[in-house]
């Protein structure tokens, strides 16, 4: 089972500062391409240019600092923050979690990286926008690290799954939160990162999960959620459906 992720649009402020090694991370042959695009972030420096391109707003904007030095950092499910990553609480050794990121491609929770400003869907000088430049770059080294998984329970948002697609041989179950309120159902946009979160904690705690099926079975534990699963031409949909 692989758990996909997208960043946390903040982060924090390493608590105990630890040196960025690049050779330490997962998928370590994306080294060269990391180490691309952080000189490219990098040399953006934290300028007006820079928050427009990198759709920084003002109460962000001292975030930009981050960029200009991505030598020290802590382990990801340190440095992620917000509504997902607190409810997913994620831990040591959840290994079957990838993180995407616009700087770093993909991570696992205990990667030491350094905090970021650098959304999948902003542009680069030079690079142009994010997520596409990654997309060529991931897609051998992921569709390898998932040759032997049977199924990816893909909670990222928009930019961060044009970043990779999964190969066919991967069962991909999209999950999606509904609020529900009388006979209507309308999409649910920020708090379904909760939802996402309170799932992935789930999945990881709830023994085996080797089908969709069992997927299915841990979604409809979740308190005040009624599960649905249906297929799509991309695979599978699961819509955790809350009350308003």
């Known amino acids: 089972m692989i758990i996909a992720l997208p960043p946390s649009e903040g982060k924090s402020e390493p608590a105990t500062p630890m040196t960025v090694v690049a050779a330490d991370l997962a998928f370590a042959n994306l080294a060269p391409a990391r180490s691309v695009i952080a000189h490219a972030l990098t040399e953006l420096g934290a300028d007006d240019e820079a928050a427009t391109l990198l759709k920084v707003g003002p109460r962000a904007r001292a975030d930009l600092a981050w960029n200009t030095d991505l030598t020290e950092g802590a382990p990801a499910r340190e440095i992620y923050t917000g509504v997902l ?5 994620l831990r040591e050794k959840d290994a079957g979690v990838w993180i995407f990121s616009g700087l770093y491609g993909v991570v696992r929770p205990d990667d030491v990286i350094a905090p970021y400003r650098l959304p ?10 994010v997520a596409t430049w990654w997309k060529p ?17 893909d909670c990222r948002s928009g930019p961060y799954q044009r970043m990779w697609t999964p190969p066919e041989s991967i069962e991909r179950i999209a999950v999606t939160v509904e609020r529900r309120d009388g006979d209507r159902r309308r999409v649910v946009s920020h708090r379904a990162k909760h939802y996402r979160g309170l799932l992935t904690r789930m999945l990881l705690d709830g023994g085996p999960v080797d089908d969709v099926g069992d997927v299915l079975r841990v979604a409809d534990d979740l308190p005040g959620v009624d599960a649905e699963l249906t297929d799509t031409k991309d695979g599978a949909r699961l819509t955790l459906v809350v009350d308003a």
Do not use: F, K, Q, V
């Open 120 to 129: 999948a869907d902003a542009r680069l000088p030079e690079l142009g926008p």
């Open 137 to 153: 770059r991931l897609a051998d080294t992921l569709n390898r690290a998932a040759a032997h998984e049977r199924i990816l329970i």
């Open 85 to 89: 990553y607190e409810a997913a609480r």
